[in-house]
């Protein structure tokens, strides 16, 4: 599906990263579950010991726990299906309808519903849901109905502990708050690694995120563009071949043309490209049977390449395993022939036989010219390369989505060539002063006007433009939307997943402090200020934002740069830019975040007297 990859490869460059994506939602989603389930188990374990008491099995238990998940997830599966069949209908489909089908529109319809996929969803929400519930569970059945009926989580603090503390409060407060936040997010490692790295996950993804818009970002792609691009559509190609009578020479683009256009533009013009190309007429065209199977293309064209593409095809080569002999090419008078999936299946094995054969040929002339006293030139067949395929390189060729079959020769065969064949200028590229862009398109769009208007009235023939002309600029307005959409979807995205590791930190939070509301209490009455006792919540909460920082800096960096040599290998125009500054604006915030949520469940919590609070149970 066109349009279903274009979307794919839009926003997050190939279906390999969007399936990363969906297994960090669901890794995201499978820790905020369990830390959920856990909490609420913990608190519920003396009801559960209740209910050993009085009869009940673990499994009894266990079996109640997985129903009570069981209708939760049926539930849920009923709203989020009809809340996405929606959503799908009337957001997701108009938008990737005007973003993505194009000129697929016409033809065909996005699908709107998959049952299929939802259904897979629901299975792995599923799985996530009670895998969270499996190991959430694993101490409500590890104790005994007593202890459980007597449970309570708080954190001793022992005699001599106090004492020494009382101590230090009263000596020596300085850095005591950090030692002791130091101490309290050390002594349940398993917390600890459990939130730091729920929220390294979010983070990273939104880091990330900033890094693939930017790198994916469409204008990368049109901005190694040049400003304009002047070409001859194939059909006036074809005219002129079949319409200039014999003897006369005819030009596709004329060095006269050219010259104007530089007078045209010349206060503002940077830099002119000419690309040129050779056009032969196959000897015995039928019955060659190096290019006889490919679809009718009555006019090919002969290019060069240069020694950059000529690595990059070299490499895709390699990389595609394809069968090509390009050290016959290099050194032999060797051609490629380059197609837009113009071979047919049938056809397949027959190519490979035909790699090695000569394609003989003559000189562009005229139709009606007789060809027995005209010389011949020949090359040998290197192998197909198919342009379509969506790993293959990009390369300067003026028609890419048309039917035309591409001779490639390297500059050293090329040379050979012109001096016996026509060499003819069939596009003309074009770079102006960015301030002076407009001025110049309205004067390339005016010259070409004219210039189509005198054709078709010496030809007689009003639906031919003898030049067609592209401009960056029109390319780029008619693409910000759909890079706004893209890059909207992407932030979305990490920012549900950042939510869920914020989330997490805020639940497990909570609920420490509450458990810790005693421990509080009792720290207060030896000696322990207010101030010094959010410095030291101020401290814990620093500790988990530089843990996850430092994940960040040396785990997160290493996926980032890995992530994006990929990118860069299946995206051509991917550049990759360190978001610097999202990086120090994220890092801000999650230290902001990770102190100031601390230091209001404290204010929360120190609500009531100290002796209630001393003598409080969770």
Known sequence: DSAAYRAVEGIVGNYIFAYLLIFLILFCMFFLIYNILYISFEKGLQQYGLLRTVGATVEQIKRLLYLQMLLIWIKSSVIGGICSYLLTCFLAVPIMEQLYLGEYRLGGQLEVFRPMVFIGFIVLVGLALFLSTFFAMRKLVSLNPIEAIHYEKTVQVHEKTSMTMKRIFKKNRIGIEFRLALY?????????????????????????????????????????????????????????VGNTPEGEEFRFISQDSVCEIEKLLNPYLEDVSVWDGIFPIIKNVKKNSSINFLEDDSLP???????????????????????????????????????????????????????????????????????????????????????????CPSFPLPWKDSSKMYMIVSEDTFRTLSKTMKVQDIQVSLNVEKKEESICKQRLKNWIQNKNMKFQSESGIQDFNFYSIQCKSDAIEKE???????QFVM???????????????????????????????????????????????????????????????????????????VLKQNVDYFIFRYPLCAFFVLVIALIFVCSLIPRVLLKIMQKGSLVDRIQAKL
């Not at 990389?319 to 299946?345: A, R, S, Y």
């Open 301 to 391: 064209v002969i290019q060069k390449l240069s020694p950059t593409d000529l690595e990059k095809l070299s490499e895709y080569v390699k990389k595609e395993n394809i069968n090509v002999n390009l050290q016959t090419f290099k050194d032999k008078n060797g051609v490629l022939i380059l197609h837009n999936n113009l071979i047919p299946q049938a056809y397949q094995e027959e190519k490979i036989e035909n790699i090695g054969k000569t394609i003989e040929f003559y000189d562009l002339v005229p139709v009606g010219t007789s060809m027995e006293n005209l010389p011949t030139q020949s090359l040998k067949n290197c192998g197909y390369i198919d342009i379509s395929e969506k790993n």
């Open 480 to 486: 910000i939307l759909y890079v706004q959409i893209s």
């Open 184 to 240: 309290n997010v050390m002594r349940n490692k398993k917390k600890f690694m459990f939130i730091i790295v729920s929220l390294f996950v979010g983070c990273e993804t939104a880091f990330f995120s900033f890094a693939l818009t930017e790198g994916m970002n469409q204008m990368n792609r049109l901005k190694q563009c040049p400003d304009f691009t002047i070409t001859i559509p194939e059909q006036v190609l074809e005219y002129l």
């Open 491 to 565: 932030y979305l995205i990490s920012a549900v997943l950042l939510l869920m590791g914020l989330t997490n930190y805020f639940t497990s939070m909570s609920t420490t402090i509450l458990i810790r509301k005693r421990e509080f209490a009792i720290l207060e009455s030896i000696g322990m200020t207010k101030n010094s006792m959010k410095k030291m919540l101020f401290y814990e909460g620093f500790l988990y934002a530089v843990a996850v920082i430092f994940l960040l800096l040396t785990i997160g960096n290493i996926m980032m740069f890995v992530f994006s040599y």
